[in-house]
């Protein structure tokens, strides 16, 4: 019933496509009315829980397709692609974003196995960057009174940080705990080195930079990281990079800018390698690409 309640809440306050915000921090409303193929994206900390339709996300080269009956929750920055094929005006995506506080789910990660200490096994249960859980009842529950807020302005303001607080919760008790709390809470050394190479994306950071980082000798933080994102940490600090590139490209920002931004110094590497990844030149790209609203 909640869900139902949910989606009413969507055509209200969002009857055309587009985005918008609820008036609680990080959580937005969202309607795709046309299939949008998967395009470079990089996944922030969120949950994304969708009611109607159906998204798209691809890492490397795994295509993962989500819907009403699973929600993704993406504990570290990943670079992904992302889309939503089968989009339409008779058949929108309709969903909601909730952005992840790292300190409040951090907290309360560690709240959680203070509380509810877990048995040692002497295996830590493996991060992940992409996880999709279905939705029970306790985040179902949560996240309608989460969206609820937007209706009144005095609600909203004196009640959004324990609703939103109240949904972090459900989530951390869900299916997607575990990865979440690994990310979040005591020892999440491979999500904190991913913050700083996202804070550090034109510096030239190195695998040693990162595994001194995560306080781990460079075999053994290569493996961990490879468990967690699938990709080699070389691999995915391209990714991010490339991605984050060609969507400052898609959004306006020319090409050179764009390069220096993602950390290039020669034109020329960031053209073979923009070009090896996407199938095409980064100036084709930036005449033929755009950042559609409403997609995450």
């Given at each position: 019933m909640s869900r139902d309640q949910i989606r009413q809440i969507i055509d209200r306050r969002l009857p055309g496509a587009g985005m918008v915000p609820t008036g609680v921090q990080g959580v937005q409303l969202f309607r795709v009315t046309e299939p949008v193929a998967c395009a470079p994206a990089v996944y922030e900390p969120t949950v994304v829980a969708i009611v109607d339709g159906a998204k798209e996300a691809i890492l490397d080269g795994r295509r993962y397709i989500y819907d009403s009956e699973r929600?993704?929750?993406?504990?570290?920055?990943?670079?992904?692609?992302?889309?939503?094929p089968t989009a339409a005006p008779d058949n929108p995506l309709l969903g909601v974003i909730v952005s992840?506080?790292?300190?409040?789910?951090?907290?309360?990660?560690?709240?959680l196995e203070s509380a509810v200490p877990t048995r040692k096994s002497?295996?830590?249960?493996?991060?992940?960057?992409?996880?999709?859980?279905?939705?029970?009842?306790?985040?179902?529950?949560?996240?309608?009174?989460?969206?609820?807020?937007?209706?009144?302005?005095?609600?909203?303001?004196?009640?959004?940080?324990?609703?939103?607080?109240?949904?972090y919760y459900a989530v951390l008790k869900g299916e997607a705990g575990?990865?979440?709390?690994?990310?979040?809470?005591?020892?999440?050394?491979?999500?904190?080195?991913?913050?700083?190479?996202?804070a550090h994306l034109n510096e030239p950071v190195t695998i040693d930079d990162m595994a001194a980082?995560?306080?781990?000798s460079r075999a053994v933080f290569h493996r961990k990281f490879k468990q967690a994102t699938t990709l080699s940490p070389i691999q995915f600090a391209k990714s991010m990079r490339l991605n984050h590139a060609a969507m400052k490209i898609a959004g306006g920002m020319n090409v050179s800018e764009a390069a220096w931004e993602a950390g290039y110094v020669s034109s020329s590497q960031f053209s073979r390698e923009f070009k090896r990844m996407y199938g095409q030149s980064p100036k084709r790209w930036s005449q033929e690409a755009q950042l559609p609203e409403g997609v995450l």
């Open positions: 929600y993704l929750c993406c504990p570290m920055s990943m670079p992904v692609e992302a889309g939503t992840l506080d790292t300190r409040v789910m951090t907290e309360l990660s560690i709240e002497g295996r830590s249960t493996p991060q992940s960057g992409l996880t999709f859980a279905r939705w029970d009842a306790a985040f179902t529950d949560a996240l309608h009174r989460l969206v609820q807020l937007g209706d009144d302005p005095t609600d909203t303001a004196v009640l959004g940080d324990s609703r939103l607080r109240e949904f575990a990865t979440a709390r690994g990310a979040f809470g005591v020892g999440n050394e491979i999500a904190r080195t991913i913050q700083f190479l996202s980082h995560a306080g781990m």
